[in-house]
């Protein structure tokens, strides 16, 4: 007889109540709305903000037990949150010329440890750290701005820099340091977004609220932290220069589309392209293999387009080559 598959009662019933209070917010919010929009318009802005923190598993446990510990001071930019930290958790492997490991949002420096082993053996030091409300870093609230200042804290404290390797919202966090003029000679973005405002658009809509909402909730955006929405809100392709830069992407991550890695990857004049399948939007960070060619290529000995078939790159209409790895965890 098949046995069937074990379940988890506890966690059934937590995804059952997170629906149901989806449904009643849905409900209830565009109602209060009509009547106090300012108030909900706020809400939605800290919602927006808010990073959910997650346990750290047992694999990036044992990547840190190998890592020294160490803090850096950091001031937070203008519009931080009051209670924004002034230290940042941070973690450092080997030495040598210094890359830096930048996770994405509601990530955490350690889910970064994948690539530190294969940097090591190359003959660099790699350095991760929490951004400000991630992971054992202090705070609340978090934003771009805060994000993109503490690369630039740390670049600063721990470089120069080598190279870079971000994580989806954390490249957008690069891209917008590299444009304020963080130096680097090598960067890898790990399934960038093209557009990260369409993570503020689906805060609106998870709320059941009009989509104009999303242009107030910019304005305040724009006038908190002194920025032009419209010029970071792009910025992995904004940020577009000759550093050489490798993207990978998996097919199917359905968090930051495949298409917009694309995007970005056509946007970057010396841009190559390393594409997954089945690995999704995290599993591609934990992959041995896609660890081991990132790092080749920041260390300059791995190129994706060493051996590709010419008649792949024009069937894809990329300027650079594509190699497909892993299908699961390795």
Not at 121 to 141: C, K, N
Not at 171 to 187: D, I, K, S
Not at 305 to 319: C, D, I, K, S, Y
Request: charged share 25%.
């Amino acid at each position: 007889m098949e046995k069937k598959p074990k379940t988890n009662p506890k966690k059934r019933t937590n995804v059952r109540s997170l629906s149901l209070l989806l449904r009643a917010l849905r409900v209830v919010v565009p109602l209060v709305y009509r009547i106090a929009p300012r108030r909900i318009e706020k809400l939605a802005l800290s919602h927006f903000r808010t990073p959910h923190t997650h346990r750290r598993p047992g694999r990036e446990e044992e990547w840190l037990a190998t890592a020294q510990r160490i803090a850096i001071k950091i001031d937070p930019p203008r519009g931080a949150a009051a209670d924004s930290p002034r230290e940042l958790a941070a973690w450092s492997w080997g030495s040598g010329s210094t890359i830096l490991l930048v996770h994405g949002w509601e990530g955490r420096g350690s889910q970064m440890g994948a690539f530190a082993a294969p940097l090591v053996e190359a003959g660099y030091r790699a350095v991760t750290f929490d951004s400000p409300a991630h992971g054992e870093t202090g705070g609340s609230l978090s934003s771009l701005p805060e994000m993109t200042n503490a690369v630039a804290v740390v670049a600063a404290a721990v470089g120069p820099l080598h190279g870079l390797i971000a994580h989806s919202f954390g490249c957008a966090a690069a891209a917008l340091a590299v444009e304020r003029g963080l130096q680097l000679q090598r960067l890898a973005f790990i399934a960038p977004p093209a557009d990260f405002g369409g993570f503020l658009l689906r805060t609106v809509r998870s709320f059941g609220l009009p989509d104009r909402v999303y242009d107030h909730l910019t304005r305040a955006i724009e006038d908190r932290f002194d920025i032009s929405w419209e010029a970071v809100r792009r910025i992995t392709m904004e940020a577009a220069n000759d550093t050489p830069l490798l993207v990978a992407h998996d097919r199917g991550d359905p968090e930051t589309t495949y298409e917009g890695g694309l995007q970005v990857h056509r946007a970057w004049p010396r841009s190559q392209l390393l594409t997954t399948d089945g690995l999704g939007h995290r599993r591609i960070l934990r992959s041995r293999e896609v660890a081991t060619k990132v790092a080749g290529f920041i260390a300059e000995s791995w190129e994706p387009t060493a051996g590709l078939p010419a008649q792949e790159m024009a069937h894809l209409g990329l300027r650079a080559g594509v190699e497909c790895v892993g299908v699961g965890d390795r």
